[in-house]
């Protein structure tokens, strides 16, 4: 496997990052055109561990799929032989510290909840684009499956404008209550009630454990309830959520208003598939080169992420501890990466 060696590459190259999908083809397309440059590449042999001193900072988010994600990528850094410091980030934060180097990577970016940032820091080439975490994902308005015996019509969304007074609450009056991403999380839940055209009310959870309680609550007393949700989470099994079938999304959705159900505004579909990615600090393949190919070449699976999801929400334990546990469990599935990157 080609190496990133000796220097930082050209800002210029950062670009090809974003433009390649493919992973080999990107990895391999980005080492050519870096050897081309001058940067030392070499077909063979460990990358260098760099400044195994200063400590990789990793961005740790408030959900607990992401800290799960991240525990693992910092435990096989450690493992490779890093330092690792755990920063709490939000989403609204996040970007601006990767450009100013206090936070070198973030391993899982929902590009959905995140399209600006994303697009603007990888064609700046302020930050590099790492690759996919390959979670198999997918986001839109979910109900617990009860609830389609409160709304007759459900999962079609036009089910929801003739019955959202069974939605509604104390704040919303006459209309129904969507209980939306926090506000720092960018939900795109309210775009699509306001483009469908639906009457109901965004209203931000405080967190991702009172969306959780929310849905745990309506599934105990039997009450209707509205969500912006994701998978892979436990939640979707735990509670039997269903997702509201919405108008299939197409590019014209976002841009012409006479697309679509409502010739009157954009965002009348579903939620587009979303891109789960990892990005780094622009020099930190310079830096800690083969820290680079580790977290560019991480991934983790929904079936590996899901259970530890679990184990921290709904048994209580630690993060770190559950982590740790798995890491131990599945050597067979990290222990490779780091062999390929370091000897």
């Known amino acids: ?81 890093y330092q690792v ?18 936070i070198h990577a973030n391993v899982e970016i929902w590009s959905t909840s995140q399209t600006a940032e994303v697009d603007g ?52 009056g006459s209309e129904g209550r969507l209980l939306g991403y926090p506000e720092v999380w960018s939900s795109p839940g309210a775009d699509r009630i306001a483009g469908l055209g639906l009457p109901f009310q965004n209203t931000p959870a405080a967190d991702e454990a009172a969306l959780t309680d929310a849905l745990a609550q309506a599934v105990e007393n039997n009450t209707a309830i509205l969500a912006t949700f994701w998978q892979p989470h436990w939640a979707m099994m735990e509670y039997d959520l269903k997702f509201v079938q919405l108008p299939t999304p197409e590019p014209a959705c976002f841009s012409d ?15 587009e598939s979303a891109r789960i990615m990892k990005a780094g600090w622009g020099q930190l393949a310079e830096k800690w080169p083969a820290a680079f190919e580790v977290l560019f070449s991480y991934t983790l699976h929904i079936e590996d992420q899901q259970p530890m999801m679990g184990a921290v929400d709904v048994e209580g334990r630690p993060v770190e501890e559950v982590v740790k546990e798995w890491m131990t469990m599945n050597d067979f599935v990290w222990q490779p990466i780091l062999d390929d990157a370091t000897s």
């Open 1 to 81: 496997m080609s190496r990133v060696k000796d220097r930082c590459m050209d800002p210029c190259l950062f670009v090809l990052w974003q433009q390649m999908k493919g992973k080999n083809l990107l990895k391999s397309t980005i080492v050519a055109a870096i050897g081309a440059s001058g940067v030392i590449a070499s077909m063979a042999g460990a990358a260098e561990l760099g400044d195994v001193d200063t400590p990789i900072r990793l961005a740790l988010n408030d959900w607990t799929g992401h800290q799960v994600s991240t525990y693992v990528a910092g435990e096989m850094l450690k493992a490779a032989g």
């Open 85 to 102: 410091e755990y920063v709490a980030a939000s989403n609204l934060d996040v970007w601006d510290a990767m450009v100013a180097g206090d």
């Open 121 to 172: 820091h990888m064609a700046s080439g302020s930050t590099i684009d790492l690759g996919d975490l390959e979670l198999y994902a997918q986001e839109g308005l979910v109900y617990p499956a009860h609830v389609a015996e409160l709304c007759p019509g459900l999962p079609n969304w036009e089910a929801l404008r003739d019955c959202a007074a069974v939605f509604a609450t104390v704040e919303t």
């Open 257 to 271: 208003p006479s697309w679509g159900p409502n010739p009157n505004a954009v965002n009348d579909c579903g939620f």
